[in-house]
């Protein structure tokens, strides 16, 4: 039997799908139409943990509040500002906005690894709820670091956007496009660099084919030493301190030191070593043989040295 709706009914039915059809809308929207912009991830090495600061943009914002997963262990957690207890490992961050952003800050311990003497790693696998559409990860190497290549594994993974510093720390950064997470990064480096510089020096004079070469040169030197003396006294006899040291007397490393002081007359000896290209320990012996000559005077800055040259060399 045939049912004839009456005008009412329709209408009714109408509202009622319409309803619905409106429900579905407004469910797709809050699902779909938030956009995680740009995160911003600031690491603080410190010892064996690290400060951990991370920044939210948001665009197209429908939800009120969402729930940030903390990192396991994370400790001494701060959102906006403000100090927070995380509940089952995560906190509820309110959102109050259409474009916004939110910022969380926390203490990871125990992401440093031990590897060896003054030598420690860090490894971080990062992971987030959504993945943004660009993503800024900056490391910062604790107080007088620096990355070190000892060992198997490449110092630092993956390859940086930029390695630089502000001082005071060594700054690792990568920078991202639609990053594919989770993924790991990972640095090794030197915790004392004075220290590391000087045990690298003393391990390479440990070896017995080192000791017999300073033998045959301490000869050489001695001999040479002699005559270069009794030279200078016959042409400087009334003059105890030369303005100069002569050409004669120097190294070809030790030559190519001096033109690059000459250039710039105060440098960082970290310097000197990355625009030469040369090892720590190569850089170490020729300061401490050129301060011995009084071609240069060092002063200790931190864990580095500013190299002045005190006199030049001449033919």
């Given at each position: 039997m045939h049912r004839e709706w009456t005008p009412k009914q329709t209408v009714r039915t109408v509202l009622f799908h319409i309803a619905i059809l409106m429900t579905i809308i407004v469910l797709c929207a809050n699902v779909?139409?938030?956009?995680?912009?740009?995160?911003?991830?600031?690491?603080?090495?410190?010892?064996?943990?690290?400060?951990?600061?991370?920044?939210?943009?948001?665009?197209?914002n429908t939800l009120p509040a969402i729930k940030f997963s903390l990192p396991?262990?994370?400790?001494?957690?701060?959102?906006?500002?403000?100090?927070?207890?995380?509940?089952?490992?995560?906190?509820?961050?309110?959102?109050?906005c259409i474009r916004c952003s939110f910022s969380?800050?926390?203490?990871?311990?125990?992401?440093?690894?031990?590897?060896?003497?003054?030598?420690?790693?860090?490894?971080?696998?990062?992971n987030l709820p959504a993945s943004p559409e660009n993503m800024d990860y900056l490391l910062r190497l604790p107080e007088g670091s620096t990355?070190?290549?000892?060992?198997?594994?490449?110092?630092?993974?993956?390859?940086?956007?930029?390695?630089?510093?502000?001082?005071?720390?060594?700054?690792?950064?990568?920078?991202?496009?639609?990053?594919?997470?989770?993924?790991?990064y990972f640095v090794r480096y030197s915790d004392d660099a004075a220290a590391h510089e000087e045990g690298s020096f003393l391990s390479e004079l440990l070896e017995w084919p080192v000791w017999v070469l300073i033998?045959?040169?301490?000869?050489?030197?001695?001999?040479?030493?002699?005559?270069?003396?009794?030279?200078?006294?016959?042409?400087?006899?009334?003059?105890?301190?030369?303005?100069?040291?002569?050409?004669?007397?120097?190294?070809?490393?030790?030559?190519?030191?001096?033109?690059?002081?000459?250039?710039?007359?105060?440098?960082?000896q970290k310097e000197v070593g990355k625009r030469l290209s040369w090892s720590k320990s190569k850089v170490s012996a020729i300061m401490t043989g050129l301060e011995h000559k009084e071609v240069v005077s060092r002063e200790k800055v931190g864990r580095n040295y500013k190299v002045k040259l005190e006199k030049a060399i001449k033919e």
């Open positions: 779909d139409a938030m956009v995680v912009s740009d995160v911003t991830i600031d690491d603080t090495l410190e010892q064996d943990a690290v400060r951990e600061t991370i920044t939210v943009d948001l665009e197209n396991e262990g994370a400790r001494d957690v701060v959102v906006n500002g403000r100090r927070v207890d995380p509940v089952n490992g995560s906190v509820d961050i309110a959102l109050s969380i800050v926390y203490v990871l311990p125990g992401v440093v690894v031990v590897e060896g003497p003054d030598l420690r790693s860090f490894s971080r696998t990062l990355v070190s290549a000892i060992g198997s594994e490449p110092s630092i993974v993956p390859s940086p956007t930029e390695l630089r510093t502000d001082g005071q720390r060594i700054i690792v950064r990568w920078t991202r496009s639609h990053p594919a997470l989770p993924e790991r033998g045959v040169a301490l000869a050489i030197g001695i001999a040479a030493g002699m005559g270069a003396q009794r030279h200078l006294h016959e042409r400087f006899r009334e003059d105890e301190s030369l303005p100069f040291v002569p050409y004669k007397l120097l190294s070809p490393d030790e030559r190519i030191v001096v033109k690059l002081l000459e250039a710039q007359d105060v440098i960082d």
